[in-house]
């Protein structure tokens, strides 16, 4: 069973940044980044493999969001910049055995942190 817990949420202007964390009890082996907006289903942001090589993303993040990860801490991170109010939503971190876009594809989740972008 391996636990997961995001942090550095917040409250941030347009334009702005902020650095999510995900930290797991144990090995993981691919990583993903999901959000939500109140009253819409749960969306792919990013995922990247255990080697950190070809990470995918959303279109609507390329280029502003950025995930990485640190094997030796147990680490991924989703560094996000020039930030928009469309991008308010609890995002949450998965890990499951391979890389990919849809929920089904990952086995343990965080409990989300919540990113608020005012304009």
């Known amino acids: 069973q391996v636990q997961l817990v995001e942090s550095g949420g917040g409250l941030v202007q347009a334009g702005g940044s902020l650095r999510l964390s995900c930290a797991a009890s144990?090995?993981?082996?691919?990583m993903g980044w999901f959000r939500q907006a109140p009253g819409k289903e749960r969306e792919f942001v990013a995922a990247?493999?255990?080697?950190?090589?070809?990470?995918v993303y959303a279109d609507s993040v390329k280029g502003r969001l950025t995930i990485s990860r640190d094997n030796a801490k147990n680490t991924v991170y989703l560094q996000m910049n020039s930030l928009k109010p469309e991008d308010t939503a609890v995002y949450y971190c998965?890990?499951?055995?391979?890389?990919?876009?849809?929920?089904?594809?990952?086995?343990?989740w965080g409990q989300g942190t919540q990113v608020t972008v005012s304009s």
């Open positions: 998965a890990a499951g055995p391979r890389v990919g876009a849809s929920t089904s594809e990952y086995n343990y």
């Open positions: 144990g090995r993981t082996f691919s």
């Open positions: 990247i493999s255990w080697s950190g090589f070809n990470p």
